[in-house]
């Protein structure tokens, strides 16, 4: 990573739109920011945690996050605080609370969304959150406006006392683009000092009823503010033809569209009437391309605007230039280009994404794809209801490939933390199945606590498996509170996880080895076959942390009788070569790992003399 | 001028976003716009990156459209074969002969197509096709960690950049220690193409 805090001010850089964002906070003068991990919004307080100067936390949760940044602000400093799409869910109570307490500081919320589903669980709009929370949304269109939206978002915090979202999306934060860079704003040097005043702080009914009022009349000033703000343009075309754009879909419509009348809004809400009616007024046929939901054409048609857009465009998936350019031919707003025939590549096998070779959550699943009570259920299914089974609730994170053939670990994964509450509500509901709820150590931390509590307290019997790995995997390893691992690489207290289970009342509580496959195996035996509440935590360390082990293991050919149990594993290293088993040295996890000589029936995987490499 | 896309394919671990960050800086220092934008998904180890690369006077959208590139740049011959329909029909391809099998291939229930097959995929597209074997070749420098480098000195006999900025890009984002031997892997690469057959 390049260190982003050392550019100077005038100079050109490429940087992606999380690190424009990063700096832009930065050179805007902000002092705290804090994040939970979510792609595609990582980056931007990985940036952040190196600066020097900058108080930035990995929070427990995106709730924690943005409490502690509206906490910061109400000192009077500039706070940000970032989040993937679905982290804004869980933050949406504090979002809403600060929205009607307003700011000190200037207090920016980035939600980084992720049309396309490129690794979230939903591609939900989060525009629709600033008319919720009756807040201004900013969204930058290329790396450049990222960089220089920030310090507008941080004013216009301030100057209406409103706390201010920044919505980017996959392509935005995760795209290369040109910066000119400014340089650091003065506003840095304010100290940071808490006024108590209960009517603006305090929401009571009594002052919450009062602060409503403010903020209905801050929307309307805000409205105002939209009508001439440098953040929405007006591009002049040629043709008779004018687009509303916002974000990438800006990008996509030039490329098509490049002599089309462009209103690029960079606000999106709240919009002013007269800014689209004038644009409107000075085209023939207004058109609107955004990503996801119709959010500026349903404005614009509820001004009493004729406009177009999803009715062409499409409300799922992300765009792209070639979408939008077959969209609008299909609408007969483009001539008929000369169509691409995509070549012939259907034959071509796929590389669905699988567990790493040496990851410390496939022995897990293969212990629980042993029991006879999962053999039950998932060889029944799905032709006639099954009791006495085993159905295993999943998570978020790099385990819920577990889901995939042939480990067939997982029936459900929604949102993070639902594992537990997914495996309760079966229970309650009254299933004859044993109930096992995986969730990894980051998602536990995140939103496991409480619905651990929840189990405690209303008596379950369920079984509860916390795959430790020892940081978040998923999202390009970052600490949580229980990795003792600061966001800025330092030595900090850890929460004991086994200390914290126990503490909340599970008597039954296993530290295992993830790569001891017998230990496992009866703890799996043993915990599906009680009736307490247990957790058992499986403890190893994520594979790319590791130094690279050389007892790759290989297969005695003589002996193997081909009956496929290692590939059961799932893992990449083992496969099929010249008819023969083989496994890959350069995959191998070798001494890190060691489960397929573990399961090897007949002793044919072993590390050999030969093989041994230095 | 022209804009140039090229499109860079392969597997995590591969060194694509470093080849893609290489090439967008070079084109910066030519004075260039330039935008690009890296496609991971769920990317665990082995799995398919995509990187778009952009230049030119203006670079309006960050991704290539289909049948938008004028160099399909296959870092692994697999993902270049499921990549290719990117590639402008006449345009040019410089592969890694080098293939990695997929989950669905190591467990036997598919195939790995040979070499010809994925060459006549491709060859619906392109107009010219380099496929080298960049392993063996770099193995001679006694690190095959500089295999990207290498190709990339092959990609760069086919743009218009000038091997100084390539220098200036390849000293501003490798590690000090390691930019010799990535200097040398580049003149390699590039001598490969510029002597190569095409197939």
């Known amino acids: 990573m390049q260190d982003i805090q050392k550019i100077s001010a005038g100079s050109k850089h490429l940087l992606s739109g ?147 979202l920044l919505r980017t999306t996959t392509r935005i934060s995760h795209s290369k683009s040109l910066v000119c860079i ?69 990008q996509y419509a030039k490329e098509v569209f490049p002599d089309a009348a462009v209103l690029r809004l960079g606000m999106t809400y709240p919009l002013s009437e007269q800014l689209v009616r004038e644009f409107a007024d000075s085209v023939e046929k207004l058109i609107a391309i955004e990503e996801l939901d119709p959010f500026i054409e349903e404005m614009v048609r509820g001004m009493g605007i004729e406009v177009s857009g999803k009715d062409f465009i499409p409300i799922t998936g992300e765009l792209s230039p070639e979408i939008v350019a077959s969209s609008a031919k299909k609408a007969g707003l483009l001539e008929d280009v000369e169509s691409e025939e995509p070549a012939c590549r259907a034959e071509l096998p796929l590389r669905p994404p699988s567990l790493c070779p040496g990851c410390p959550h496939r022995g897990l699943f293969y212990a629980l794809g042993k029991t006879p009570r999962r053999i039950k259920k998932v060889t029944s299914a799905p032709t006639k209801p099954t009791a006495g089974g085993l159905v295993i609730t999943g998570d978020i994170g790099c385990y819920t490939l577990g889901a995939y053939k042939p480990l067939n670990g997982l029936d459900t994964c929604a949102c993070m933390g639902a594992s537990i509450g997914h495996a309760l509500g079966m229970e309650k509901a009254g299933v004859t199945d044993k109930l096992v709820a995986v969730i990894g150590d980051s998602t536990f931390m995140h939103s496991g606590l409480t619905a651990l509590a929840n189990a405690v307290y209303n008596q379950s019997q369920i079984t509860i498996v916390i795959l430790d790995n020892m940081t978040t995997a998923m999202t390009g390893h970052q600490g949580h509170p229980a990795t003792g691992i600061s966001a800025g690489g330092k030595k900090t207290q850890a929460v004991n996880l086994e200390n914290a289970v126990r503490g909340i009342g599970v008597d039954e509580v296993v530290v295992l080895d993830a790569f001891d496959i017998k230990a496992l195996r009866e703890a799996v035996a043993r915990a599906t076959e009680s009736d307490k509440l247990s957790v058992i935590i499986v403890r190893g360390e994520c594979a790319p942390l590791r130094a690279r082990s050389f007892a790759c293991r290989v297969v005695d050919t003589s002996v193997c009788t081909r009956c496929n149990t290692c590939f059961k594993l799932a893992c990449p290293a083992i496969q099929y070569k010249d008819g023969n088993v083989y496994i890959d040295p350069e995959l191998c996890a070798g001494d890190n790992c060691g489960l397929c000589d573990q399961v090897c029936p007949v002793g044919a995987i072993g590390v050999f003399d030969e093989a041994v490499k230095e | ?48 990156v995509i990187s778009h690369v952009r230049m030119g006077d203006v670079v309006s959208s960050p991704l290539i459209p289909t049948g938008g590139a004028d160099v399909l740049f296959g870092m692994e011959k697999l993902e270049a074969a499921r990549h290719c329909h990117f590639l402008k029909p006449g345009g040019q391809a410089v592969i890694n002969s080098y293939g990695a099998p997929p989950l669905t291939v190591a467990t036997g229930a598919k195939k790995y197509p040979e070499d010809e097959a994925i060459l006549s995929v491709v060859r619906e597209r392109a107009g010219k096709v380099f496929f080298i074997d960049g392993l063996k070749k770099v193995s001679k420098l006694g690190n095959t960690r500089a295999l990207n480098v290498f190709l990339l000195g092959a990609l760069s006999v086919l743009l218009p950049l000038t091997e100084q900025v390539w220098q200036e890009a390849l000293e501003a984002k490798l590690p000090s220690k390691i930019i010799q031997i990535n200097l040398q892997a580049f003149s390699l690469g590039r001598e490969e193409v510029k002597n190569a057959g095409i197939r």
């Open chain 2, 1 to 48: 001028m022209q804009n140039i896309s090229v499109l860079i394919t392969g597997i995590g671990g591969q060194g694509i976003i470093l080849a893609s960050d290489v090439l967008a800086d070079a084109a910066m220092r030519t004075g260039w716009d330039v935008k690009k934008t890296d496609s991971i998904g769920m990317a665990q180890r082995g799995g398919s």
């Open chain 1, 182 to 250: 400014k340089g650091l704003s003065e506003v840095g040097a304010r100290r940071a000092s808490f006024t108590p005043n209960p009517e603006k702080y305090v929401m009571l009914p009594a002052f919450a009823r009062k602060r409503h009022e403010v903020i209905e009349n801050r929307i309307l000033e805000l409205r105002e503010y939209a009508q001439n703000t440098p953040l929405n343009q007006v591009l002049k075309g040629t043709g008779s033809m004018g687009i509303i754009a916002n974000g990438i879909a800006f």
């Open chain 1, 18 to 164: 999380n690190e424009a964002i990063a700096l832009g906070a930065y050179h805007a003068g902000m002092k705290v920011a804090t994040a939970y991990p979510g792609t595609p919004s990582t980056e931007i307080l990985e940036n952040i945690a190196r600066f020097e100067g900058v108080y930035a936390e990995w929070s427990t949760n995106e709730k924690v996050a943005l409490e502690i940044a509206m906490g910061a602000s109400y000192t009077g400093v500039r706070c940000l605080c970032s989040m993937k799409h679905v982290g804004l869910n869980v933050a949406a109570d504090s979002l809403l609370s600060a929205s009607i307490t307003g700011v000190n500081g200037g207090l920016v919320v980035v939600s980084a969304d992720d049309p396309g589903m490129h690794s979230s669980q939903n591609e939900q709009d989060n525009r629709h959150y600033a008319r919720l929370a009756k807040i201004p949304v900013i969204e930058p269109y290329d790396s450049q406006s990222a960089y220089d939206f920030m310090f507008l978002a941080f004013d216009i915090s301030e100057k209406y006392d409103t706390p201010v």
